[in-house]
């Protein structure tokens, strides 16, 4: 199921599915890198990424149905991907903690938590997005009064 819905960000390898074999790396995005193209990684992969994307898209979804792409990746990933050409609604969960009344995205916290959601997208084999909604792990609860069309806030605390 996963490896036919979930794709991967990597600054090396571009697009990944799941199950795709790889050599183990540390090589983060943002990472300068002088190439023919410009000097770093987004550079590098300029629209090959999301037309991997788009093309992944055309195939898998339902051809009345706007496609949806839930970004459950950092910021720095999600650069590589030009959401001005793709074929596709953005959808980006965020994360935040209640401190003192406020809310605010905890990275190491966040980070955890883009990897539960995932993980429950996995485990009950979501195909509605809206479904996403009822995401409630470690505390976390959909927000409707934080969120807005493309952005889903989940907050805990």
């Known amino acids: 199921w996963a490896q036919e819905r979930v ?3 990597s600054g090396l390898y571009g697009l990944l599915r799941p199950l795709d074999l790889m050599q ?17 990684l987004y550079a590098f992969w300029g629209d ?12 898998t979804q ?20 030009r959401t001005g050409i793709t074929n ?15 809310y605010k995205i905890i990275s190491f916290y966040a980070k955890r938590a883009r990897g539960l959601m995932t993980s429950f997208a996995i485990r ?20 409707p009064e934080l969120s807005h069309a493309n952005k889903w806030v989940f907050s805990r605390g």
């Not at 090959?48 to 195939?59: C, P, R």
């Not at 149905?65 to 590589?80: H, M």
């Not at 996403?132 to 927000?143: G, H, M, P, T, W």
């Open 7 to 9: 794709r991967i960000l």
């Open 24 to 40: 183990p790396y540390r090589l983060e995005m943002g990472t300068k890198f002088s190439n023919q193209r410009g000097k770093n």
């Open 48 to 59: 090959v990424i999301t037309e991997a994307l788009n093309k992944h898209l055309s195939v």
């Open 62 to 81: 339902n051809k009345t149905d706007t496609p949806v792409i839930v970004n459950l990746a950092s910021n720095e990933y999600f650069k590589s991907v």
């Open 88 to 102: 596709a609604t953005v959808i980006t969960p965020a994360f935040m903690e209640n401190k003192n009344g406020i």
């Open 124 to 143: 009950n084999r979501i195909t509605r997005v809206a479904d996403l909604k009822a995401f409630n792990a470690e505390d976390y609860r959909y927000n």
